[in-house]
C-alpha cells in the first residue's frame, strides 16, 4: 500500500506556503489599501483600474493576484497584454516561437513579482520558476484569447489603453468561473492612434446595476503616483496640456 503523503510534501501545497510566508509589499497608502480591499472582495469579478503612470496600477494588481492564487492550489494567475511597438512592428516579425517573441512583454510582470516575492534560500529552486513551470503563472497576448475559457484564474491584462474595443470585449467574455479579472491602464496614454476601447468599456460599466454583478471601477491619482515626485509634475503638466487641447 502507497504511503500517503502529508500536505507539507505536496509541492502545490509547498508552494501555496511559501506564497502565503513570502508574500510582501511596501507600506500601502490609504488608497492603495481601498484596491486590496475591492480586489479581494468575493463579490468582485472584474475591476477595471485606470490611473497615470507610476500609480501602482500594474504592482497593486500583481499584489491582489498573488493574495487571491495563495488561498488555493487550484488557481493560476494569467499575464495579458497587446502587442503593440513603435514603426508598426507586430509579433510575427519577431523571431522565435510565440512564448519567445512574447517574452520581452513580459518584463513589466517579472518585475513585479521579484518584488513582491521574497527570495527564498539560494539552494532552493526559484518560487517564481516554479510557478510558472506549473502553469500556475502564464502569460499570452489578447490575440490568443479567442475561443478559452478562464476558469479558477486571475487575470491581469495590463496597458489596457492599447486594447481595441474589440479586444476588451474577447477578453472580458473569456473569463469563467471562479476568476477575476484586473484591467489595468493609462487614459491618458495610447498607442493605437485613438482607436483605444479603454475608456469606453469603463463608461458602459461604470453603474450601480454592473458594481452589483461585480464589475468594479477603481482610479488612481496623481497624488498616488509612487515613482518618482518629479513623474507627478510630469503627469500634472500633460494633464493640464490635455485639457486645453
Known sequence: MAKKRSPKQDPQTINAEWLKLRIKSHPLSPRQKDFLGLSLDPSTSIAFISGPAGSTKTYMAVLAALREIQKTVDKSLLYVRTVIESADRNLGYLPGDVEEKFNPYMAPLRDKLDEIIRPIPIESPSIISELTN????????????????LNDSVVIADEAQNFTFKELTTLITRIGKDSKLFICGDLMQSDINGRSGFSDMIKLFKDEESENKGIKCFQFFEEDIHRSEILKFIIRRLYEKKCKS
Request: proline share 6%; glycine share 12%.
Open 134 to 149: 506549473k502553469g500556475r503563472i502564464q502569460a499570452m497576448p489578447i490575440n490568443y484569447l479567442r475561443g478559452a475559457s
